[in-house]
């Protein structure tokens, strides 16, 4: 009996062994462990054993269903996982194919680094003012020390409506007007972005529309060289940690002391490059001092009160940034140029 | 203005500077040097040859075989094509071995086998500019005067060896229009001193009141006007090195008395006008406006006709020129002209203005007197130009000036401290130093315990305020120098506006939903102008237009983005979608400003999505463009007060239009282009809306609130209802959220049908009801009940039925 038995043990793990799929794993189960199983006819025949050998007969018989137990078992994960792989081998893709396209569209690059210009001045505590693009004659030239007849204003480079009322040819007006609502008080801290005007043949260098960027610091104590200062933050942020900047005398009739700002070259860091046409400057900005008459006919006391104001054109920025050669870019909305400027 | 670097050093010793270094100093201080130029642009070994025998080449018509002395050895031979050669000539001679501008290198060589050994040059071929070479030599060799030493070096003869700066003067340093102006300028920035022209003036014992009297009836356009009679002139060339100076400030030299007042004009930045006194037609001088309509025919035979905007000169009876801008021809200083009546005046910049900008006429004159001169040197040039007139032309100067003076010059004094100075600039400059860079501008002033009180040269006339020093002072101090700082003022924090803060959220969401930003032109035509207006006004027309096109303010944003959608279609970019964010203007009155309203536009054309291997392509439809607008409304919370309402406007699909209403009131509209439009752009099917971003964004929305996560199960119930097809979902919509009640907390649709298995004219719609409770759980009986109102609400108002 306890050969059979053994038999019994050997047989069934060769046909477990031999199981190629859990249908056949299932009939080596009900061939050998089921209720008309082999070894349940062994149990049966147990009968017939001495009362000694019974127990030492019932302890082998448990161990060979264990050991096919087992058997069964392992090979049933086996062949699960058999199963399993062989489902999955058949689902396999080709990742390698695209994926499905996500809409995205961006910001025009003149929004780009009017709002990167922005948020710059708005962490140095700036307001963002705004005004009107049809303006008064008054705000656009005479608040800003450009009486009529001053050389600075000739009609021909002014789009008129009629005589007191033309497109600004700057955002400077918004300052003014920003300054009139203050009614003699400080501080004043804005920066002010938007569309401009001037007689300008489109080419490749002009528009008849464009952008520019302004901004204006009044109040009591406001020096130059806190203008130079905040135009040395500005440069680093938007252009690099190592920029520098330098001033360069000009005139303005609104700004007294006036300077045009130049930034060291990001192209080559100042030696001389193509960009900087081997100068290792970039002139950026025009800026100055407020000019007392222009504080005074906004209501400010010239005498309490100082102020700085700049200005730069976000194309140029833009162009400079992006190398971009033609300002017609900006506005033709031709979508392969749009879609250039998609990423951070 | 271009600056003679060697003529510069007349007036101010620039010992151990080189042009280039000055050019530098220039600009560092206020007035920028655009470029350098080296004249002779490197051009070397041309000399002075002398002509010894000139014939014509035997084998070619227009070339002269020459024998040239050039001062080295025996004569060479030189084939010249200049018409002008002649024997007898001192001419500038490349020789052999010599480089002309450009690069040129002149070699032995043969002409229609005759040898030439160099070349003999025009001033063109030397790098003059053809526009100031004197006209005698403008088509052929320049030939300089007999006493040119042969061999001498012709470049030098020629001032080529010369650098010129050209300045780019800002509109209130007119005062370095002058070599004395820039001297000064110059002066103040090394700290050297001017030195000006000796005037050296011998006048005979005649009164120029025997042959002139002046009257000026115009006295605030003319306040100051002074002249002189030189007689005994012969006319002829101006010296070599004058004609060379001329030239070099790009001015083509004429003859000595012409070439004089050109000379002071640039050297004291006076300009002076020479009349022929023989032919003014009378002995007086009378300065006037001119009468409307009365005529003068100027130095450039051009006759024009004047108003009483512009001033004249007169002899009493008619203009002999128009003042500051032109002389008259009848006056003209021709080659047989004897007496001289020079003008030396001071006429004021709007008059002068305006006859520029009448008869478009800018010369070196009028360009000073538009931007003001300094009347102080009027006189001095007058006597600087006398003199020369002696020197150079042979002149015999009449004793006395005639002169007419109703100015009265009012010095200028700026009083400030030196801790005004240091307080606006930020900085720590002595008194020493404030004091140096003034004596160095050579300003007068006195300082007392750090208050300096500045009497400002009549020259500078850009100097009137406090500010206007402290600019000097810090300029000449040098920006370098100027600290970095910040403002220490009272802190606000920065920040935008709600307003300004939701147009960026708006921006960006349409740009993460898929559409670019576009930015077009606000200047449109009058046709377009009011194109897809959602207020049209008056259209608000340029008063002087570049072109038809850039006429008109835009009224909406729409028409030109079709122009951008066609401008890709153009170019093979056919699936497009942009939007902008822009102010249109619409008219109040003519005093007023328009009103300027922001307003938010789109356009939509070609594939909205395509994974094309999987096989998914989806144009762009109207609901794309709902769809769009709707996130848009729930991002601002506003998805509950808007409504479409089917809508017919011009320009637009009538079938396929909708006006979009914001708590009951238009404020934009999205559609389908009519297909005429659609044409008219070519374009293929598109979609356009605009919206008045302004009542969007200023619209009061609660903040959000939040509501306890559903604890109970809902209920969902769907329904099909049959209409008629005109009757729409969105009343349909409407009427099963007002019949729910509290329990019905979502409406949506799933399916609309129309087809053979309905009736003729029907259609069906439907819709899953999603029935709720916060507190409990919903029985069937309960929700039932809700139900059946509902069903019966679309009955009775639609007489919908269930569709089985
Ligand atoms: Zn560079």
């Known amino acids: 009996m306890k050969e059979r038995l053994q038999q019994l043990q050997q047989e069934a793990l060769e046909k477990i062994e031999q199981a190629n799929d859990l249908k056949a794993l299932s009939d080596v189960r009900v061939a050998y462990l089921g209720k008309k199983g082999p070894i349940t006819e062994v149990l049966r025949g147990m009968g017939s054993l001495s009362p000694e050998e019974r127990p030492i007969m019932g302890a082998l018989v448990n161990e060979v269903r264990e050991a096919i137990q087992m058997a069964l078992e392992a090979k049933q994960v086996k062949l699960e996982q058999e199963e399993v792989e062989k489902k999955l081998a058949k689902e396999a893709i080709d990742v390698t194919l695209p994926g499905r396209p996500i809409r995205r569209g961006n910001h025009h690059p003149l929004t780009r680094v009017i709002e990167e210009i922005e948020d710059l001045f708005i962490g140095m505590g700036y307001t963002i003012a705004e005004g009107p693009e049809v303006e008064k004659d008054y705000y656009n030239f005479e608040a800003l020390n450009l009486p009529k007849g001053h050389p600075a204003r000739d009609m021909q480079d002014s789009f008129y409506i009629t005589e007191e009322i033309l497109l600004r040819t700057h955002t400077s007006p918004v300052q003014a007007r920003t300054m009139e609502k203050h009614q003699g008080r400080g501080p004043v801290k804005i920066i002010c972005p938007g569309k401009v005007y001037r007689r300008d043949n489109d080419d490749a260098t002009h528009s008849h529309q464009f952008t520019q960027i302004e901004g204006l610091v009044v109040d009591e104590n406001v020096r130059m060289s806190d203008l130079k200062g905040t135009l040395r933050e500005f440069a680093r942020k938007m252009f690099g940690e190592d920029r520098d900047i330098r001033f360069r005398p000009s005139f303005f009739p609104f700004t007294e002391p006036s300077v045009e700002v130049d930034v060291s070259c990001f192209n080559c860091g100042g030696h001389g490059c193509n960009v900087c046409k081997g100068t290792g400057w970039i002139e950026i900005l025009g800026a100055g001092m407020v000019h007392p008459n222009v504080l005074e006919m906004a209501g400010f006391d010239s005498k309490k009160y100082t102020g700085f104001a700049f200005g730069m054109g976000p194309e140029r920025i833009a162009m400079l940034k992006y190398g971009i050669d033609d300002i017609r870019h900006f506005y033709q909305n031709d979508l392969r140029f749009l879609q250039q400027f998609d990423r951070v | ?804």
Request: negative net charge; aromatic residues 6%; hydrophobic residues 40%.
């Open chain 2, 1 to 804: 203005m271009f600056v003679s670097y060697k003529w510069l050093q007349e007036y101010v010793d620039l010992t151990g500077i080189t042009a280039k270094e000055l050019a530098d100093r220039i600009t560092k201080s206020g007035i920028e040097v655009e470029s350098v130029e080296v004249l002779s642009k490197g051009a070397k070994d041309v000399v002075i040859g002398h002509v010894l025998e000139r014939e014509q080449h035997p084998n070619a018509d227009k070339l002269s075989k020459c024998l040239v002395d050039i001062g080295e050895g025996e004569p060479v031979q030189i084939i010249c094509g200049a018409p002008n050669v002649a024997k007898g000539q001192k001419v500038a001679v490349a020789k052999v071995g010599a480089v002309l501008p450009g690069n040129l290198k002149i070699k032995r060589a043969k002409l229609r086998g005759e040898e030439s050994n160099g070349m003999i040059c025009s001033l063109q071929e030397l790098g003059v500019e053809s526009k100031v070479v004197p006209k005698p030599y403008a088509d052929g060799i320049f030939v300089f005067p007999s006493d040119a030493p042969v061999g001498a070096d012709a470049l030098e003869l020629l001032n080529l060896d010369d650098e010129v700066l050209e300045l780019g003067l800002t509109p209130n340093r007119a005062d370095c229009l002058s070599m004395i102006g820039v001297a000064y300028e110059v002066a103040a920035i090394l700290g050297r001193s001017v030195k000006l022209p000796a005037i050296e003036l011998h006048e005979n014992s005649e009164s120029v009141h025997d042959y002139i009297s002046v009257r000026v009836d115009a006295p605030e356009d003319n306040p100051l006007y002074a002249g002189r009679i030189v007689k005994n002139v012969k006319i002829g060339p101006s010296p070599l090195w004058m004609q060379t100076r001329l030239m070099a400030a790009g001015i083509r030299p004429h003859n000595n008395v012409v070439d004089i007042t050109n000379y002071i004009l640039l050297e004291y930045g006076q300009p002076l006008h020479a009349f022929d006194y023989d032919r003014l037609g009378s002995n007086e001088i009378v300065v006037r406006r001119a009468k409307n309509g009365e005529t003068i025919v100027t130095l450039d035979d051009t006759k024009r006709t004047l108003t009483e905007d512009h001033l004249v000169i007169t002899n009493g009876s008619e203009p002999v020129a128009l003042a500051g801008v032109m002389g008259g021809a009848n006056s003209e200083v021709q080659d047989d002209t004897t007496t001289v009546f020079i003008e030396s005046a001071y006429f004021t910049s709007p008059v002068i203005r305006q006859a520029v900008k009448d008869h478009g006429l800018r010369s070196e004159a009028s360009t000073r007197f538009e931007k003001g001169i300094d009347p102080a040197r009027t006189k001095e040039a007058l006597d600087r130009a006398a003199a020369l007139m002696a020197e150079y032309a042979g002149g015999e100067v009449v004793g006395g000036v005639v002169e007419v003076n109703t100015l009265q010059p009012k010095d200028v004094v700026v009083t400030i401290t030196l801790d005004r100075i240091n307080n606006v600039l930020g900085t720590a400059i002595t008194k020493e130093e404030v004091a140096n860079i003034l004596t160095n501008l050579q300003f007068m002033f006195i300082e007392d315990n750090g208050t300096f009180t500045i009497t400002v040269p009549s020259r500078r006339r850009d100097i009137a305020i406090e500010e206007d020093i402290i600019e000097e002072v810090a300029r000449l101090y040098g920006y370098d120098n100027l600290p970095a700082t910040l403002p220490v003022g009272e802190a606000n924090p920065g920040k935008l506006t709600p307003y300004q803060a939701k147009r960026r959220h708006v921006r960006r969401y349409l740009e993460d939903v898929g559409l670019f930003q576009a930015i077009t032109y606000s200047l449109t035509n009058e046709e377009k102008a009011t194109m897809f207006a959602l207020e049209t006004a008056e259209p608000i027309r340029l008063a002087l237009p570049m072109s038809e096109e850039r006429s008109v303010l835009r009224q909406s944003l729409v028409p030109h983005l079709l122009e951008a959608a066609s401008y890709n279609r153009a170019r093979q970019v056919e699936n497009v979608a942009l939007y902008e964010i822009g102010s249109v203007y619409l008219a109040t009155n003519e005093h007023e400003l328009p009103n300027e309203k922001e307003r938010l536009a789109g356009v939509l054309t070609g594939v909205w999505h395509a994974h094309v291997w999987q096989g998914e392509k989806k144009a762009v439809d109207f609901y794309v463009a709902k769809g769009i607008l709707d996130g848009l409304f729930a991002l601002l919370g506003l998805e509950n007060r808007i409504e479409y309402k089917q809508a017919k406007r011009e320009h637009l699909h009538p079938g396929r239009t909708a006006d979009i209403l914001l708590d009951g009131k238009t404020i934009g509209f999205v559609g389908q282009l009519h297909p005429i439009v659609q044409k008219e752009f070519d374009l293929k099917e598109t979609y356009v809306f605009e919206l008045d971003i302004e009542a969007l964004l200023k619209a009061e929305v609660d903040d959000i609130r939040y509501t306890a996560i559903p604890r109970f199960p809902s209920i969902t119930r769907d329904i099909a209802l049959v209409v008629d097809e005109h009757i729409v979902a969105g009343d349909l919509e409407q009427a099963i959220i007002k019949a729910g009640g509290e329990l019905l907390k979502d409406v949506s649709i799933f399916d609309v049908y129309k087809g053979d298995r309905l009736p003729e004219g029907k259609k069906s719609i439907a819709f899953s009801l999603r029935y709720y409770d916060p507190e409990r759980t919903l029985t069937d009986e309960e929700v039932t009940a809700v139900h059946e109102q509902v069903i019966k609400a679309v009955e009775q108002q639609f007489g919908a039925t269930l569709r089985g």
